[in-house]
């Protein structure tokens, strides 16, 4: 069954920016995180368990188009990516990246590329295999805007 607890999570709809903090998203289907075309970070966050819907996304903590960072957050069992940037600058820094077939994935996005700022801490693997964290670009399909 889908779970998504929030201790503590922060929007402000002023400034179109987003911060989740202390929060645990199990289950999710299509993305644990999104972040779309809306700047934001994520701070003691775990994420499991991502799905993909309808056969397509199932990654843990994704950004379009829009800066996000990542920080001090557990990303497994994602069914596609434990994080994913599509045109937007990702930072990360103290992350668990466990059990996902990719771990990182970057693609461009119209005219924006993507780009990884690794602030270190990072932890790539699974089980006891670990692997220094790199962004792949996979070829993955980024999300489309919702609709209303």
């Known amino acids: 069954m889908p779970t998504a607890t929030a201790h503590e999570t922060i929007s402000d709809h002023a400034s179109g920016s987003a911060q989740v903090l202390r929060a645990h998203a199990e289950s999710c289907q299509g993305f644990g995180l999104l972040f779309f075309d809306t700047p934001g970070s994520a701070s003691e966050v775990q994420v499991t368990a991502v799905s993909a819907a309808t056969e397509r996304y199932g990654d843990g903590a994704t950004a379009v188009v829009s800066p996000v960072e990542l920080h001090a957050m557990v990303i497994a069992d994602a069914q596609r990516a434990g994080a994913a940037t599509f045109g937007a600058p990702l930072s990360l820094q103290d992350i668990v990246v466990s059990c996902n077939p990719i771990d990182i994935n970057g693609e461009s996005h119209g005219m924006a590329s993507y780009g990884l700022d690794d602030r270190g801490g990072n932890r790539c693997g699974c089980g006891a295999e670990e692997r220094e964290c ?14 209303e």
């Open 134 to 147: 790199k962004v792949q670009s996979a070829g993955l399909e980024p999300p489309s805007p919702l609709t």
